[in-house]
Structures are given as structure tokens and as C-alpha cells.
């Protein structure tokens, strides 16, 4: 496997669901070389995910808080820099991803190849539905995941 895929975040707490929409997304191209997984995003159990997979590259999507429309779509090549302070949504991970991340980081369990997008949400209340514009940057997220994953695009 030379990618692993990871839609961190909560169906069930409106825009908290945006990382596993984009991953179901990318779950229905069948896409080679690919494991493609959903996870709530609690840091120990992200690093040995991805520690255990194996894989190339990572890909780990998920909602954030930052101030930003919703909707708004970051890509940070988690490998090559620390995360900015920006607050990956935590409601419901509590130790969650950017600190994997950091710790991985800081333990050197960081993957060779770790991307992360951050898609701004706007409600993360329980039982609330995802809003138009996030449910629009989980498809574009996934867009420009599938494409970086193409052959021609992998290191």
C-alpha cells in the first residue's frame, strides 16, 4: 500500500463530519494503492494507524476552527513543517490531531509523507446536519487529494 487516507471527525456533529465525507468520497474511486479509513481522531490511535499501515504518504483530513468561511479548504505538508496554531477541530477528539501530529513529530514516528486538510466548519453541535459549504469543500478536498494521488503526482 502505498497510501493511507484518514476522514477524522463526528457523522453525528454537523461539520465535525467533513474529513469523513471527503474520505467516503475517495472511498467510492476505488483509488490503486490506497487504504482509505474513517477515525474520531484520537491522537495515540492516529499514530499507530498510521505507524501500523506502512504506507508512503498520508493523507489526514479533518475540520478545523479558525476564524475563516466556512468551507475554507488548508493543505499543510505536515512532514516538511509543524502545524500552524490553528484549531483543528477538538470537541470531540480532545487529544487529537494536530497533537498526533506534534507528537509523532517530536517521538520521530512522524510518516515520510504526512498532508494534512483542514476544512473550516461553522456548527459542531450534535445531531446538527453538515452546512452546504463544508459539505462543497469535503468534495473539493477529496478533488485534489484524488489528484495529487495520481501516479504521476506520488514521490
Known amino acids: 500500500m502505498k497510501m493511507l487516507i484518514v476522514g477524522v471527525g463526528n457523522a453525528d456533529r454537523g461539520d465535525d463530519a467533513a474529513g469523513i465525507l471527503a474520505a467516503r468520497l475517495l472511498d467510492a474511486l476505488s483509488l490503486d494503492d490506497a487504504r482509505i479509513v474513517e477515525a474520531r ?91 452546504p459549504a463544508v459539505e462543497e469543500a469535503a468534495v473539493r478536498a477529496a478533488e485534489i487529494i484524488r489528484q495529487e494521488c495520481a501516479p504521476t503526482h506520488l514521490p
Open 41 to 131: 481522531g484520537d491522537a495515540a490511535a492516529l499514530i499507530a494507524l498510521w505507524d501500523s499501515a506502512g504506507a508512503e504518504s498520508v493523507y489526514l483530513i479533518d475540520a478545523m476552527q479558525s476564524g475563516s468561511a466556512p468551507g475554507t479548504v488548508r493543505r499543510f505538508a505536515a512532514h516538511e513543517a509543524p502545524l500552524p496554531l490553528l484549531r483543528i477541530e477538538g470537541l470531540t477528539h480532545g487529544f487529537g490531531p494536530v497533537e498526533a501530529v506534534e507528537l509523532a513529530r517530536a517521538l520521530g514516528m512522524l510518516p515520510r509523507r504526512l498532508i494534512v486538510f483542514a476544512i473550516e466548519g461553522a456548527c459542531f453541535d450534535a445531531g446538527a446536519p453538515v452546512t
